[in-house]
């Protein structure tokens, strides 16, 4: 892995924060982060809520990473605040990275800035939907209260970078996926399809992500309801798991679709699952940068997604846009989608490319700031001539 020369050989402790107890972008992103980074001098410390199963723990821990935990916010703001001072006063990490979808939990931000000495990078990897109000006043809130302080802005795409930062100057990251562990398999999909009793007939629509309002399931069940009146053997797979769980399986049992909907749940496999699909749909209300809209082209899936995914996800040529105002439209799209098993993608996207980037900006960061200390460093001694 090339990185920029560096003439230190000191090891750089990063704090990761920002890790829930479900596998999402932020969560793939920080394991990526955590298994390239063996021939750096980089060592990773996750911060996580008291309580919280974090994805792929054992994984983490055999390769060194070291967690610490704090009080839940929704429990006792005033131990979640303690539990933050805490941990930033200790004054053992060079760089802090918050990971964040909104600016809700903003106090992650301020007390970093308060109360630590560490480089802080923050790292928008949404666009920003919520239905809540309450959510919605907080990221405003936060976004006010957070323009007082200074910190390094990144973002996962140019329209999470404007929802986060707003008018602040950020740098885009892009997340990154290892295009030979997602490559199409002939093989995984016969097994795959096997196991979920599916005929190599059959034609399937696949989706992959957590089920919240904004990835928007209700209306890819409506689409896949009058997709079956078209296609009589068509499957429709979800995987994943969330709140909205329940209310799509109700929605699945009233539409009569009970044999053709499967709910997988959350699979550690969904490299072998994409040889399955035939087409991959995101009807997102709003996507800071997919990664399984981005694993699902590796595999050489045709993609249709709404307007409301970045048009920076379409890393092969092979994604549809639609508005989602039209049933009749996602149907008609999807019928028309070919599968192409040797995809031409992009190399920003490549797993190692992506995550040198990171550790390249890592070393940036911490070297412009040991310049500004020798620089400050300079002026008091000349000051005290």
Request: glycine share 6%; proline share 2%; net charge positive.
């Amino acid at each position: 892995m090339k990185l920029l020369n560096d003439n230190s050989k000191a090891v750089i402790n990063v704090l990761l924060v920002g890790s829930s107890g479900k596998i999402g972008g932020i969560e793939v992103f920080e394991k990526d982060l955590i298994m390239k980074s063996r021939r750096t001098r980089i060592r990773f410390t996750i911060m996580a809520e008291e309580g919280l199963d974090i994805p792929n723990y054992q994984v983490l821990l055999k390769e060194g990473v070291k967690f610490i935990r704090f009080y839940p916010r929704r429990k006792s703001l005033k131990k979640y605040l303690a539990d933050l001072k805490r941990i930033y006063t200790r004054g053992i990490f060079d760089i802090i990275h918050i990971n964040l979808v909104s600016c809700s939990p903003f106090e992650l931000v301020e007390y970093a800035c308060k109360y630590s000495n560490s480089e802080i990078i923050v790292h928008s990897h949404s666009s920003g939907y919520t239905k809540s109000f309450k959510t919605k006043a907080l990221h405003l809130l936060g976004r006010a209260r957070l323009r007082k302080y200074a910190f390094n802005c990144i973002a996962c795409s140019t329209e999470a970078g404007k929802y986060l930062f707003g008018n602040r100057k950020y740098d885009v990251y892009y997340n990154g996926i290892d295009f030979k562990k997602f490559k199409y398999s002939s093989k995984n999909r016969k097994i795959v399809r096997r196991e979920l009793g599916i005929d190599d007939s059959s034609f399937v629509v696949g989706d992959v992500s957590s089920f919240i309002p904004t990835k928007n399931h209700i209306f890819l069940v409506k689409v896949f309801s009058l997709l079956k009146k078209k296609i009589s053997n068509a499957i429709l797979i979800l995987v994943g798991t969330g709140r909205e769980m329940p209310k799509v399986k109700q929605l699945v049992e009233d539409m009569g679709l009970k044999n053709s909907v499967l709910f997988l749940g959350s699979r550690p496999d969904t490299e072998k699952l994409y040889s399955a699909f035939d087409v991959y749909a995101m009807p997102s209300i709003s996507e800071g940068l997919s990664i399984a809209i981005c694993e699902a082209q590796a595999n050489g899936l045709p993609c249709i997604a709404s307007s409301g995914v970045t048009r920076e996800t379409d890393i092969s040529g092979n994604v549809h846009f639609l508005n989602i105002d039209s049933i009749e439209k996602w149907v008609e799209a999807i019928i028309k989608c070919n599968r192409s098993d040797e995809p031409k993608l992009s190399n920003s996207f490549d797993i190692n490319i992506a995550t040198s980037n990171i550790y390249n900006y890592y070393y940036s960061i911490l070297r412009n700031r040991n310049s500004r200390i020798f620089i400050n460093e300079k002026k008091i001694i000349k000051k005290r001539r």
